[in-house]
Structure formats: C-alpha cells, structure tokens
C-alpha cells in the first residue's frame, strides 16, 4: 500500500504541474468546486489508502479562500486514510503578522500554523518563510527551503563588475549575508522607517555603494515600495545599477508601476505565487525542481539540508 501521490490545489496549478513533470509522475485526480455562496466543495477522486500525499497549494491571494481550500482537501484526505499528509505550501500566507508588535492584535502566523496541524497535515514544506521563528508554531516538522539559491547562477551569469549584497532593512540581515556568503561578496544594509503598514521611507543606507552593482535581497515584493525607495536611494549614493532578488511577488495595488517608473533596474521573482501581469523589468525562475527534489528526499527519507548547503 506504499507509494506517495500528488495533489494540487487551484492556487498555483501550473507550478504543481511543472513539479509533477520534473518527479515524472502524474498529478492525482481531485475535483475542487465552490458552492454558488462560495463554500468549497472537494472530493479526492482516487483511493490514498496507506499513502503518503502531499498537496501543492500557496497561501497567496486570495489567502482565505487558498487557505481553506487547503484545509478542506487535507480533511477530505486524512478521513480517505491517507497514511501522511505533507502540506508543499511556497508561499505561507498570514506569516507578516509572527508577532504581537501593538497591543491587542493578533498572531496570525500561529492561528494558521495550530489550523494546519488540526486539520491534520504532518509536515510542511515552504519557501523563505518571513520570519523564521514561525517554525516553532508548528508542533510538526517544517521544511523552510531557501530560496536565495535559485537566484545565485541567475546573478553570476550576469557578470557584474562591482557587485555587493544589500538587505532592504535590518530585519532581512541574516538573509542577505547567507546570500553574500554564498556569493562570497560583501554586504551593505538599508535601514528604513516604516510609518505604516504598507508604507516605507528610506532613512540611512550602512555601508559604501558607489561604483557597485547592488543586489537586493528580500523575501517578498508587496506593494514594491520599500524596494523602489530603497533603489532610489542607492542610487542617490553612487550605485551603478540596482537589481532585486525576492522570492514571492506578492506585488500588489501600485506595486507594477511602482517598478516600471521606480529607480529598480531590474527584479527577479520566483513562481511560488502566480503573477496576474507582466513587466519588461521582471523575470520569473522556476522553483519547481527545488520542490520536486524535496518531495522526492522527504518521501524517500533523504536529508532535505544537503540539497542547500552541498553535504
């Protein structure tokens, strides 16, 4: 009764098929349909008996309806007897909210993490997570692949001059410097104050720039207004060019102008989330044989650790 399948949600269909294509094998039939008040409706069309399962679904927008999509098929599939449930989820919605940063709101990232677990997966595998502490909301193993390495051959095929790494803020410091030590270059950081949600100016930049080729690193893009701030202000200081590397793009409400009239030379993306547009700035890499390979080492019992730092 061995075996493990693929199943994907209706978030991200098309890197669920391009991780199906690189493991060889087909993804498993499910009909996912919604009630005419929206209410999700799901039936697993094969027997999972004794399987290990693993379900393909970003969190992204909408991330209520993605998320209880998820929740659903997962309910549908452990009650199906699957043996394991592995939830593959490249982008973990809700996770900017990790922490009680005001009084009186919520910790959503956790909310989500205990509604996972109950709903009855057993393991989660996600992409740069944005706060790495959000591993320990989960009493069940998490796999936070990183996503940086998709773009180092990206970067030296570039053949930049000057290059140095730069973190957007100090919150995304630890981030930049495995960058920079995967690329053995120097790092710079700039340090903003965000006055709002959404909103951000960029105050100081810590380090020397002029005459460099600046790589930004961060691990979303929302409304690009950090990153274009941060650009500009690059600029200002003597950078020679400015390109960002961020793995989801969220890129939402202004964030498409943003980047196309914004000091950003060019932005490089991951398909954890599926772009609704286009730009001449903005190039997509492929995350599905880094999943692919992963669901091959966790269903195989392979160390997942090795495929990142090459032991």
Known sequence: MGGYMIFSGTANEELSSEIAKYLEMPLSDATINRFSDGEINV?????VRGKDVFIIQPTCAPANDNLMELLIMTDALKRSSAKSITAVVPYYGYARQDRKAAPRVPISAKLVANLMETAGITRVVTVDLHASQIQGFFDIPVDNLYGAILFVDY?????????????????????????????????????????KANESEVMNVIGDV????????????????????????LKKLGATSVMACCTHPVLSGPAFDRIENGS????IVTNTIPM???????????TAPMLGEVI????NNES???????K
């Open 155 to 195: 970067i030296k095929s570039k053949k930049f001059k000057n290059p140095i790494i730069a973190s957007p803020d100090i919150g995304g410091v630890a981030r930049a410097r495995y960058f920079a030590k995967k690329l053995g270059l120097d790092m710079v950081i700039v340090d903003k104050r965000r006055e």
């Open 43 to 47: 039936q697993i069309a094969q027997s």
């Open 304 to 310: 997942v650790n090795s495929l990142f730092d090459g």
């Open 264 to 267: 950003l030379d060019e932005l």
């Open 296 to 299: 091959r080492r966790v269903y």
């Open 276 to 286: 609704q547009h286009t730009s001449n700035k903005i190039k997509m890499l492929s």
């Open 210 to 233: 002029n005459g460099k080729d600046v790589i930004l690193i961060d691990d979303m893009i929302d409304t690009a207004g950090t990153m274009v701030k941060a650009a500009e202000a």
